[in-house]
């Protein structure tokens, strides 16, 4: 893992992203409490970014894409605290959904 003076950033974020996606409703006031059947949180490294990817799965007929949101967000915000003694300027950018499948509203993907 990526070890900073705190321990394995990625690891952390990546375990914090699922915890949150867990606790959308509970963090986001109109968010339904959802099912959740699957998260995976992927980050990849760049010399001058993290990019933090999170699928999320739900067999219900509502979205989930607060959760996988709220998941990334979350795990952005873990990672500049891991490393905000190293890179004080750290900051999360172009949070945003890039694709969309299943449920009432059909298939979608960001241009």
Do not use: F, N
């Amino acid at each position: 893992g990526q070890t900073v003076p705190k321990g394995d950033a990625l690891a952390v974020a990546r375990i914090a992203g699922i915890q949150a996606a867990k606790k959308t409703p509970d963090l986001v006031p109109l968010a339904h409490p959802v099912a959740i059947h699957a998260v995976a949180v992927d980050l990849t490294v760049a010399d001058e970014y993290v990019e933090i990817e999170a699928r999320v799965r739900t067999a219900e007929r509502t979205g989930i894409e607060m959760e996988a949101l709220t998941c990334v967000a979350v795990a952005g915000l873990a990672l500049i605290d891991m490393v905000k003694a190293l890179d004080r300027a750290a900051r999360i950018t172009d949070v945003r959904v890039v694709a969309k499948s299943g449920g009432r509203s059909g298939d979608w993907r960001a241009e």
